[in-house]
């Protein structure tokens, strides 16, 4: 298994905010349910350039929906984990888990 | 919010630098942006919103720089490196080419003042046509971080004019270091206005493409 099957560590929080944001994952939402969960100040330039990564690997794909008055007119681009992401982000965290199993230090933290 | 806040624009340069170097659907980008910047100004007022709109689009900016390299490492070095020998390889060419046709019309002994135009207007002209077309190529190339690639090619390209100057001034000649100056920049821009021009058509066939 290569480098390339595992999620980095944004990628992962990126993924994990759009699923659980379901229907409603773009842009504004996805970068709102992380700096909520995380409290880690996130751009949204930050938040596109790893969504495109994630959707050049197939991990993700989108959407545009309609444009809305409050966007100015513009569209928003909806965001759905692919079977090939939710596959990716399995194994991440069965890696993240065997990794931490049994460490002392990280118990103490949880 | 209010009927005021309805007209608050972000500020137009962020907006416009970020969706220089948005590498897809600079649409949704910007919606977003403008989605967030309404709320921050019905919060927090139009100057605090104004803040976090251009702190958002400076971090936005070095974060797309960063996906270039993270993503298409090799494509953009290559579309910076191609572009730069490209130019290397075409100027020279065309200063060639303007003083083979001045020549073999004979313009320096009939048309004296024509052949001083076109040995320097002319020749930089060329230049700057030339740089549109190496803009062009170095975009062409780095494929959606085309723009970011053509971005770093002036700043290649002005680190070395800036060190050229330097040496220049320090061994004392300061004459005739400021005219060439201005089209100079004028290069860069014509380089910037063709990797524009890639990047535009690119998202106007991928947009076709979408709605077909």
Redesign the interface.
Known sequence: MSGRDYLGEFEHLIVLAVLRLGDDAYGVTVRREIESRTRRDVSIGAVYATLDRLEDKGLIKSQLGDPTPERGGRSKRFFEVTAKGVAALSRTRRALESMTEGLAAIRSYS | MSAQDDFVQPPRLATWL?LLL????P??????????F?GVVSRSGVAVARRWYW???L??????F??AF??APYSTLAAVVTGFLLGRLLFPLSEKAIFAVLERYGVFDHHFKVYVFFATNGVAISHVMTSMFVGCWTAFIAKKYGMIATIILVFVLFGMTGAACFVWIARGNTSMLFAPLPWTLLDWLAMLLGAAIIRNRRFASRAAS?LR
């Open positions: 970020l948005a590498s897809r659907e649409e949704s980008i910007e919606g977003d942006l403008f989605e967030e309404s702190r958002q689009a971090h936005s900016i070095v974060h797309l960063g996906s993270q993503t979408s």
